[in-house]
């Protein structure tokens, strides 16, 4: 399947994440007619429905990209809070990650698909109040929760495609 990339480049470091990124703008992923997918925007997705799924999952998939250009894919534990992704950890995604902040997150279903593409956020601390949001998102899903948030990567979305039937994706694409 082939989509257009959104040109992404990392924001400039901050203490915190930001405001809230507005709803994205739903429409189809390029991909070719010959994969018989509706091609009208008739029947998207809303964007309530990615991120309802992003929100409650347990394990997402993180794909980043070594320094000769093959790609790592890993599961991780982790919390969609307030348009962004956020996890903890270290190893050869956060080496990756020093080196190309594009990331890929998917999530287990292959049925029900939700996979976001965005970019690695350096250098961003979530201030108390949202960390506080992010621990409760993890507690409830998960035996644990982010200690400091200093240990946290964010991811801030360009797009995240989606799909209950492969004849009918959305992608949802966010502003600049």
């Not at 980043?64 to 894919?73: F, K, L, Q, S, Y």
């Not at 080496?95 to 965005?118: F, I, Q, R, Y």
Request: glycine share 8%.
């Amino acid at each position: 399947m082939t989509t257009t990339n959104a040109s992404v480049t990392p924001e400039a470091p901050s203490t915190t994440t930001g405001p809230v990124l507005p709803d994205p703008i739903a429409g189809r992923p390029d991909i070719p007619k010959s994969y018989g997918t509706n091609q009208s925007p008739d029947g998207l997705l809303p964007w309530s429905w990615a991120s309802e799924r992003l929100e409650r999952a347990k394990n997402f998939w993180v794909v980043t990209v070594r320094p000769d250009g093959r790609p790592h894919a890993v599961p991780v534990w982790g919390a969609f809070v307030e348009q962004r992704f956020y996890f903890d950890g270290g190893g050869r995604k956060a080496t990756n990650l020093k080196t190309n902040p594009h990331v890929a997150v998917h999530l287990e279903s292959g049925d029900e698909v939700v996979s976001l593409e965005g970019i690695y956020v350096k250098s961003t601390v979530p201030d108390p109040a949202l960390f506080e949001r992010i621990r409760a998102s993890y507690r409830a899903r998960y035996d644990y929760q982010p200690e400091t948030p200093e240990q946290l990567y964010v991811i801030k979305p360009a797009f995240v495609l989606g799909w209950k039937e492969f004849t009918n994706p959305t992608r949802c694409r966010f502003g600049a």
